[in-house]
């Protein structure tokens, strides 16, 4: 079964700084990969996704990813953080060989952004 | 298009009660999800169905129950519910590769 690790459960920065959200799955032949974010009291909206293709996928609020499937990773980056990014971001794989298509989320990442 | 909804969206039980958390969608997904949330373990998938009148376990089924009568609406019941049910809910769709949540249910069970 697929697991997923996010190893940063929480990540301070100060606006305008860079960021990097750790993600590692375990290895599987073929995966879809997704990020998440969840801002306070409200449900997960997609942020970005991985199918297949270039390995750098861009997403929504000028977040970006890069699939490396050799370090099995899929760390979410972001040149320049405002403080409307605080959130709690969600890695997720989707296992395709189950066939059910049903999705595997890390235990999440709180990213507060100070001024 | 309201995409997926849930209903309630609080709710407050005393241990031993029942209740049903009511999902669904306009979107005509085969594939739908329940998944609960608590802190500092992301969201963990109870159960899940794959189309019309199917429902399978996930990682953490026991206490809950499920159905999918319909392919918009996705069921889940706990029949005697329990403090250590007390959580987050969420519901999913997916057509083929994205899962859109809905708002989530937050229960309380005393």
């Known amino acids: 079964a697929q697991s997923v690790t996010q190893l940063d459960s929480q990540v301070p920065v100060f606006e305008e700084a860079p960021v990097e959200l750790r993600c590692n799955y375990s290895s599987s032949v073929s995966v879809y990969l997704f990020w998440y974010v969840q801002y306070p009291n409200q449900g997960l909206q997609l942020l970005l996704k991985?199918?297949?293709?270039?390995?750098l996928v861009k997403g929504i609020n000028g977040f970006e990813a890069e699939f490396n499937k050799s370090q099995t990773s899929f760390h979410l980056r972001k040149p320049s953080v405002h403080i409307s990014d605080t959130a709690e971001y969600f890695c997720?794989?989707?296992?395709?060989?189950?066939?059910?298509?049903?999705?595997?989320f890390g235990k999440g990442t709180k990213l507060t952004v100070n001024p | 298009n309201a995409g997926v909804t849930q209903t309630p969206k609080f709710r407050v039980l005393k241990t031993g009660q029942s209740m049903t958390l009511l999902c669904a969608q306009d979107?005509?997904?085969?594939?739908m999800y329940w998944y609960r949330q608590d802190p500092g373990m992301g969201l963990r998938l109870i159960h899940y169905?794959?189309?019309?009148?199917?429902?399978a376990k996930g990682e953490v089924p026991d206490g809950y129950n499920v159905s999918r009568l319909k392919k918009q609406n996705f069921l889940l019941g706990l029949e005697s519910a329990a403090p250590s049910q007390t959580s987050v809910y969420f519901c999913?769709?997916?057509?083929?590769?994205?899962?859109?949540f809905g708002p989530g249910t937050r229960l309380l069970v005393l």
């Open positions: 999913a769709s997916s057509g083929r590769t994205v899962c859109y």
């Open positions: 169905s794959v189309g019309e009148g199917t429902t």
């Open positions: 997720a794989v989707s296992d395709l060989e189950g066939g059910s298509e049903k999705l595997v």
């Open positions: 979107m005509n997904h085969e594939y």
């Open positions: 991985y199918l297949s293709g270039s390995t």
